[in-house]
């Protein structure tokens, strides 16, 4: 066990000194903003410091100054030791990978426990980049403490991947997107949001009078937008179907549609060679890439045949995404081949068929834990499973409800943001949870483009 010791007012001599090196990371950056709500640019948008005087990104100031305050703290007086004053002059920026070396030094003893200690802060030219001086009351006793054992801290930039995916969804063409029965909030909001910000064209079908009134009510406006008239649900999705083959959209959205009706509603029409499927795609605190997870919405219990088809439209949607050989996770309780568990014989049936190129585009392993998966750490301890283990990008669950379940926890326990969309079908479905956000909904639009553009560079349109 580590201990941290002071030394008391007695024990301290004039020139006695400590000191701490600390070379400055991003994460420093961003854990001194959190904590100290200073967002400056200067230190946390590469582009606006390139034109700054500095030209590049640099700590702040006062991060320096907490340095000094660790090292009277913990070394010199220590523990005990209370601030009266502190005074600064930053000389010069520190830069990210600058190491700094942090040293007080004991110039004056005063009365009642004062010490007054002279503070630099130097970088790897042993220039000074902070000087100061410190006044502060030592400690009149000894202590000496288990160094405190501190939390882990996972950094994680709310919406970074989010805008990543608006951004290349903005490059591809504006897909034409029928909305089914938006007639509550969160489904017109929703299709129109992603109409303002440039990503699709909404085409909205159900009752029109009720469609309006609701615009209407909830202050969105629908100037030069097509409604076609539907009194019913069932109605809604023929007509969307009908649009769908006439060539007048490019994808749909189920609005407010019950997603069974409209998946039983499409099917006979929309089918393709392969089985109609859904995934999310989950931008996961503490995971460094999109993570898709699959089938959690549509096929309840999937044979092998019916897997391998949910593993094709998963690969299909990671190349949309940009990822050029996804590796995807065949998920189980267990990680050898049991016969009584059936998701382990399809994994590794599953696998076997990726090999003779009956599944193509990704780099497959299973069964596999979900540990495993996801888990660098995790995956270090079997190094029989290189390749896909601890860096997955698609998690195949053994089932819907299994994949269902996944991809929730990760949403509200985790944090994670989701975009969900179907796939197998003529077109993309856009397909989100009840309780998912506006911008899931436009996340899911988003997905609907890249695969668009995606299907068409296939076929060479």
């Not at 907490?66 to 009277?72: E, F, K, N, Q, R």
């Amino acid at each position: 066990m580590q201990y941290i010791e002071n030394r008391t007012y007695d024990e301290i001599a004039v020139g006695d000194s400590a000191e701490m090196v600390r070379t400055l990371t991003a994460a420093d950056i961003d854990l001194f903003a959190i904590m100290s709500g200073d967002v400056n640019p200067a230190h946390l948008d590469a582009e606006f410091a390139r034109d700054e005087v500095f030209h590049k990104v640099i700590a702040h100031g006062m991060w320096g100054g907490a340095l000094i305050s660790a090292v009277l703290g913990t070394e010199l007086p220590g523990p005990g030791t209370i601030y009266l004053n502190q005074s600064l002059s930053f000389r010069r920026p520190v830069g990210l990978g600058d190491r700094i070396t942090v040293r007080v030094t004991v110039r004056e003893k005063g009365e009642k426990g004062h010490v007054t200690l002279e503070c630099l802060c130097l970088n790897d030219a042993g220039k000074a980049v902070i000087k100061g001086e410190a006044e502060v009351i030592a400690p009149d006793h000894k202590i000496r403490r288990p160094r405190a054992h501190l939390p882990d801290v996972h950094l994680h930039h709310h919406g970074r991947a989010y805008e990543t995916l608006l951004q290349a969804a903005k490059a591809a063409p504006v897909i034409r997107v029928a909305s089914v029965m938006p007639v509550t909030p969160r489904a017109l909001e929703g299709a129109m949001e992603a109409a303002r910000m440039g990503l699709s064209e909404a085409v909205l079908i159900g009752p029109e009078g009720d469609i309006r009134d609701l615009a209407e009510e909830i202050g969105v406006d629908l100037s030069g937008v097509m409604v076609h008239e539907a009194g019913s649900a069932q109605a809604a999705i023929a007509r969307a179907v009908e649009m769908v083959g006439a060539g007048q959209v490019d994808a749909l959205d189920e609005g407010s549609a019950r997603l069974r009706p409209l998946v039983r509603g499409v099917r006979p029409a929309l089918a393709t060679a392969r089985v109609m499927s859904h995934a999310f795609a989950l931008d996961v605190p503490g995971y460094d890439k999109p993570l898709i997870v699959t089938d959690g919405l549509i096929n309840t219990k999937p044979d092998l045949e019916t897997k391998a088809d949910i593993l094709q439209n998963a690969i299909e949607l990671a190349h949309a995404l940009g990822v050029a050989d996804p590796k995807v996770a065949l998920l189980s309780a267990l990680e050898e081949v049991t016969p009584d568990i059936a998701a382990t014989i399809d994994a590794a049936a599953l696998c076997k068929m990726a090999q003779r190129g009956q599944i193509t585009g990704g780099t497959l392993d299973g069964p596999m834990g979900f540990d495993t998966a996801i888990s660098a750490r995790i995956a270090a301890q079997f190094p029989g499973k290189p390749g896909v283990a601890g860096q997955a990008d698609v998690l195949m669950a053994p089932g819907l409800e299994a994949g269902n379940v996944i991809a929730k926890q990760l949403v509200h326990l985790a944090g994670a943001e989701a975009a969900g969309v179907i796939l197998g079908a003529r077109v993309p479905i856009i397909a989100n949870g009840r309780a998912d956000s506006l911008r899931a909904k436009v996340g899911s639009v988003a997905l609907a483009a890249l695969l668009r553009r995606h299907q068409a560079a296939q076929i060479g349109v």
